[in-house]
Nanobody, 123 residues
């Protein structure tokens, strides 16, 4: 399974970005999808995940209320709408496919990873 994440860029604080992640196989519609991010010098951290049906979502505390995850299984795409961006949101954002029915916060619960898209938020 190949994942392609895109939509990152440079934005001012308070701005918005929409990240997209396309998958190479439609079978990922049976798997949860997640977004993670990694800032320079820091561990990769969980941002959000969505169940395969799209009816259940989880957010990290620092994303809840500002970010919205969604998916379109017909297109094999998962999205992350990011609003009210802050400089501390600056990171490389990765999408990932969950193992089986896993849709939690642990990196080990995800089996395929995209190459990442860089988000820079200026103050």
């Amino acid at each position: 399974v190949q994942l392609q994440a895109y939509g990152g860029g440079l934005v001012q604080a308070g701005g918005s970005l929409r990240l997209s992640c396309t998958t190479s196989k439609r079978t990922t519609s049976n798997n949860a999808m997640g977004w993670f991010r990694q800032a320079p010098g820091k561990e990769r951290e969980f941002v959000s995940s969505i169940s395969w049906r799209g009816d259940s979502t989880i957010y990290a505390d620092n994303a809840r209320g500002r970010f919205t995850i969604s998916r379109d299984n017909a297109k094999g795409t998962v999205y992350l709408q990011m609003n009210s961006l802050k400089p501390e949101d600056t990171a490389v954002y990765y999408c990932a496919v969950g193992r089986s029915s896993y849709s939690g916060r642990e990196k080990t619960g995800y089996q395929y990873w995209g190459q990442g898209t860089e988000v820079t938020v200026s103050s």
